[in-house]
């Protein structure tokens, strides 16, 4: 009886009950979905949090460790670097920047040369009260530095001087193993050494370092300090008079061929000046300028042109030195040498030295105007002492 009150569905209803089917699957899968991105949006939240923790936690400790590093005294150094766990923190890079712009303005011509500076005071890095160092050579070494003395011979004069200052001022302590040539050549060469930091050595100072160094070391050891002392500042004087004056004063009567004066048997045959010349030289020389002062009490009607170029422009004092003799003068920059070369007699350089292969090595731009003047067929005189004869070689250099 209750199988046959049973109906069988209609397919009306069969239909019905599948839709509904997929409207439940549809609902589930929807509220899946929703549930797994609530719970990766959840994740995500949790990791930020942990990273903005952790950066938090870095950046406190970077500076902890800063407070640190500057606590009492603030920091003088350029480019300081702060060092953590994770990472490096170069907290100024200004250095890199300066090179790469000197490297770019630098001259393609001269890229193969050393570029000198200084970004530092001579007196910044050491205390000179605490040193061994002579107030002369101080003194020396700052003229030199700022250019206040640039001569060649004018160095190598001053060296000598303060030389002499020097050993004057010298006290041999008793308690002392070493000898008293030892001794004086051991306080010296902190001095040299100041003077090297201030300016490098010329070759004068250089020839005169070797030959007064030879003169300390061959001290009798059987003398008392005070004889060691006029010995040496008598090799002092000695060497002024006749390696720089003296010379000084033989090259200019060769110039001038003084017939009163006879070297080996044989007096000079004709003055290498004759009046109504018009003389070209460059830049500043103390043995130039003692040439042509003499000169104009011989031949009073000399005219001088006076060749400059920076950047010291060393010309104006040569300029000055000769206007006070009543010497005929003009000035004139070195760019415009050409112009005024076809009236030139004769071009006197002075010299820093002579090298062993024959080369002079003088102000830079001497050799662009013995370059002019062999072009105008002038003829170029180089003024030289022996002292500043050196061993050395070069082919190119900047002076």
Same mark, same amino acid.
């Given at each position: 009886?209750?199988?046959?009150?049973?109906?069988?569905?209609?397919?009306?209803?069969?239909?019905?009950?599948?839709? @509904?089917?997929?409207?439940?699957?549809?609902?589930?899968?929807?509220?899946?979905?929703?549930?797994?991105?609530?719970?990766?949006?959840?994740?995500?939240?949790?990791?930020?949090?942990?990273?903005?923790?952790?950066?938090?936690?870095?950046?406190?400790?970077?500076?902890?460790?800063?407070?640190?590093?500057?606590?009492?005294?603030?920091?003088?150094?350029? @480019?300081?670097?702060?060092?953590?766990?994770?990472?490096?923190?170069?907290?100024?890079?200004?250095?890199?920047?300066?090179?790469?712009?000197?490297?770019?303005?630098?001259?393609?011509?001269?890229?193969?040369?050393?570029?000198?500076?200084? @970004?530092?005071?001579?007196?910044?890095?050491?205390?000179?009260?605490?040193?061994?160092?002579?107030?002369?050579?101080?003194?020396?070494?700052?003229?030199?530095?700022?250019?206040?003395?640039?001569?060649?011979?004018?160095?190598?004069?001053?060296?000598?001087?303060?030389?002499?200052?020097?050993?004057? @001022?010298?006290?041999?302590?008793?308690?002392?193993?070493?000898?008293?040539?030892?001794?004086?050549?051991?306080?010296?060469?902190?001095?040299?050494?100041?003077?090297?930091?201030?300016?490098?050595?010329?070759?004068?100072?250089?020839?005169?370092?070797?030959?007064?160094?030879?003169?300390?070391?061959?001290?009798?050891?059987?003398?008392?300090?005070?004889?060691?002392?006029?010995?040496?500042?008598?090799? !002092?004087?000695?060497?002024?008079?006749?390696?720089?004056?003296?010379?000084?004063?033989?090259?200019?009567?060769?110039?001038?061929?003084?017939?009163?004066?006879?070297?080996?048997?044989?007096?000079?045959?004709?003055?290498?000046?004759?009046?109504?010349?018009? !003389?070209?030289?460059?830049?500043?020389?103390?043995?130039?300028?003692?040439?042509?002062?003499?000169?104009?009490?011989?031949?009073?009607?000399?005219?001088?042109?006076?060749?400059?170029?920076?950047?010291?422009?060393?010309?104006?004092?040569?300029?000055?030195?000769?206007?006070?003799?009543?010497?005929?003068?003009?000035?004139?920059?070195?760019?415009? !040498?050409?112009?005024?070369?076809?009236?030139?007699?004769?071009?006197?350089?002075?010299?820093?030295?002579?090298?062993?292969?024959?080369?002079?090595?003088?102000?830079?731009?001497?050799?662009?105007?013995?370059?002019?003047?062999?072009?105008?067929?002038?003829?170029?005189?180089?003024?030289?002492?022996?002292?500043?004869?050196?061993?050395?070689?070069?082919?190119?250099?900047?002076?």
């Amino acid at each position: 009886m209750s199988s046959q009150n049973i109906q069988p569905k209609t397919s009306e209803e069969a239909q019905k009950s599948k839709a @509904d089917l997929r409207r439940e699957r549809r609902a589930k899968q929807e509220e899946q979905r929703a549930k797994k991105a609530a719970a990766l949006l959840s994740v995500n939240q949790k990791k930020t949090l942990q990273s903005e923790k952790s950066n938090a936690s870095a950046s406190l400790k970077q500076e902890e460790v800063k407070n640190s590093h500057n606590l009492g005294a603030e920091s003088k150094s350029k @480019d300081v670097v702060f060092e953590t766990t994770p990472v490096k923190i170069k907290l100024e890079k200004k250095e890199a920047s300066a090179e790469n712009t000197s490297n770019n303005s630098k001259l393609k011509l001269f890229h193969y040369f050393d570029e000198y500076k200084r @970004d530092y005071s001579i007196t910044e890095k050491s205390s000179l009260e605490s040193t061994n160092i002579h107030p002369s050579f101080i003194k020396l070494g700052l003229q030199s530095a700022h250019d206040l003395i640039s001569c060649s011979n004018a160095r190598c004069i001053g060296f000598l001087y303060a030389l002499k200052k020097f050993i004057i @001022d010298l006290k041999f302590p008793s308690n002392t193993s070493k000898t008293l040539p030892e001794y004086i050549e051991s306080k010296l060469k902190t001095n040299i050494n100041f003077l090297t930091q201030c300016r490098p050595l010329s070759v004068s100072q250089g020839n005169a370092i070797k030959e007064m160094k030879q003169s300390i070391l061959h001290l009798p050891l059987n003398i008392s300090e005070t004889e060691a002392k006029d010995l040496l500042v008598e090799e !002092i004087d000695k060497f002024i008079e006749e390696k720089i004056l003296l010379a000084a004063e033989t090259i200019n009567k060769y110039i001038l061929a003084d017939v009163n004066s006879i070297i080996s048997g044989t007096s000079y045959a004709h003055s290498k000046i004759s009046d109504n010349d018009t !003389i070209l030289i460059f830049g500043y020389s103390t043995l130039v300028n003692r040439i042509l002062i003499e000169a104009k009490q011989r031949f009073p009607n000399i005219h001088v042109i006076v060749v400059d170029s920076r950047p010291k422009y060393r010309g104006k004092k040569t300029l000055e030195k000769l206007l006070k003799y009543d010497i005929e003068c003009s000035y004139i920059l070195i760019n415009g !040498i050409s112009y005024i070369m076809n009236r030139v007699n004769k071009v006197i350089l002075g010299a820093h030295a002579l090298l062993a292969n024959g080369y002079v090595m003088a102000q830079i731009g001497s050799s662009q105007i013995a370059l002019v003047a062999k072009a105008f067929n002038v003829p170029v005189i180089a003024c030289c002492e022996t002292y500043k004869f050196t061993d050395k070689v070069q082919t190119d250099a900047l002076v």
